[in-house]
């Protein structure tokens, strides 16, 4: 027989989760959030094109997956701020807070910030059951 349930056992605080990434060429740590799921939906969004199908002759929505990923991480980034502007005038890149983000770090610090995004959104987890489950 079930345990009895209230609905009071769904209703959780939402907390956005935060993490600090450090690297030896700052002097303050960059901090990566978690994004909720509605600025997701809105990064998906952002990032979708329509694109005529060669076949159909229609336009059909694609995501063009590099500027979502682009998206996603700027969004995430809020230490430091990159829309503030003496920052990205000092990286030449006024308006562009994903391309600040990119001239600011190596690739992997970059990396390293990436792979913190997905973990928050539980993408690692995902491939590495799938490679798990596959080996198996």
Not at 25 to 49: G, H, M, W
Not at 92 to 111: C, F, H, P, Q, Y
């Amino acid at each position: 027989m079930a345990e009895q349930v209230s609905i009071q056992d769904f209703i959780v605080k939402k907390e956005t989760e935060k993490r600090e990434v450090k690297f030896d060429r700052f002097k303050a740590p960059f901090i990566v959030r978690e994004v909720t799921n509605d600025e997701n939906e809105a990064l998906q969004k952002s990032a979708t094109k329509r694109v005529k199908n060669p076949k159909t002759g229609q336009l059909e929505p694609q995501v063009d997956q590099a500027l979502y990923a682009d998206l996603l991480i700027a969004k995430s980034v809020v230490q430091p701020d990159l829309q503030d502007a003496e920052l990205q005038k000092a990286y030449g890149t006024m308006g562009d807070e994903a391309g600040t983000l990119r001239a600011m770090l190596k690739v992997s610090e970059l990396n390293k910030i990436t792979r913190t995004v997905t973990d928050f959104a539980g993408v690692t987890e995902s491939v590495d059951s799938d490679v798990k489950t596959v080996k198996n």
